[in-house]
């Protein structure tokens, strides 16, 4: 999508910039290198994660709006997962060092593309999120920190780790000690964000964010199905809100829409806020 079809990656950013957006994220989820060379594209890294930035900039860079947007990086602990599954492959995970060496490339690379900030996406394994969070601390940007939860057989609401129902406190607790400017929960359903976002907190005092998903992913894409509404998400946005959240947005499964019904019930708070 970024090597041949970039110009229509910024259109995308732009649509969402005009449905309200203060934040956009660059189209590097999947572009470490621990990725892209299973992929083929090993000798593309650095090419792959510019021009996907260098997208995400011309959009905010050429759309009229009085609004300041920032550009993150994505940056993800993702590795390479077992042919026809979007589950891990055990046996093809590389090393600690490896995956070090990797996240400490991607996120120089973010950073030296201009960035505003590096945003940790979907970390739910313990030793690679904290991997990640100190190659992002790194680079001396501001980072933002978005864990993912499930909720397992027996009701709780766990990391969403595919092979093991680890406490979401175990990805909540790298938080604490380490100067991360906004945390939260991403990737995650509506139904658990409240939840999961409570764990946070239990560790994290400072701006929360929900970036919550809708549908599931099967290889090779996502499935919208049953994609929650913007009016039913826009009631989650609000009590969300409410309750002290401070950033809002979406991920996997939800489209410009829901971005507008995140707009409304931003403004819908702060109106009642000011009365």
């Not at 950013?13 to 621990?34: K, M, Q």
């Not at 595919?162 to 929960?185: H, W, Y």
């Not at 919550?212 to 929650?228: H, K, L, T």
């Amino acid at each position: 999508a970024t090597l041949h079809h970039d110009g229509l990656l910024t259109e995308i950013h732009v649509d969402y910039i005009e449905a309200g957006s203060e934040v956009i994220t660059a189209n590097t989820f999947a572009t470490s290198r621990l990725m892209l060379t299973p992929a083929g594209y090993g000798d593309r890294v650095e090419d792959v994660n510019r021009r996907a930035v260098e997208a995400a900039l011309r959009a905010r860079d050429t759309t009229a709006t009085s609004r300041t947007v920032a550009v993150a990086g994505s940056l993800s602990h993702m590795v390479p997962v077992a042919e026809g599954t979007a589950t891990v492959d055990p046996t093809r995970i590389p090393s600690n060092s490896q995956i070090a060496d990797a996240f400490d490339e991607q996120a120089r690379i973010l950073a030296a593309a201009g960035v505003d900030h590096i945003m940790l996406e979907m970390m739910y394994h313990p030793v690679r999120a904290k991997l990640a969070l100190d190659a992002a601390l790194a680079t001396g940007l501001p980072v933002w920190f978005g864990m993912s939860a499930r909720r397992a057989a027996d009701g709780r609401v766990v990391s969403f780790h595919s092979f093991a129902d680890l406490p979401s406190d175990d990805i909540a607790k790298l938080i604490l000690p380490a100067g991360v400017d906004v945390a939260g929960c991403m990737h995650t359903g509506s139904e658990i964000m409240a939840e999961a976002l409570a764990g946070v907190r239990r560790h994290f005092t400072g701006p929360l964010m929900a970036y919550p998903d809708s549908g599931y992913f099967e290889m090779p894409d996502w499935r919208f199905v049953e994609v929650i509404s913007p009016e039913r998400l826009e009631r989650y946005y609000r009590d969300w809100l409410a309750s002290g959240v401070r950033l809002i947005g979406g991920c996997c499964g939800l489209g410009v829409e829901h971005i507008r019904a995140a707009v409304r019930a931003r403004d819908a708070v702060a109106d009642t806020r000011s009365r």
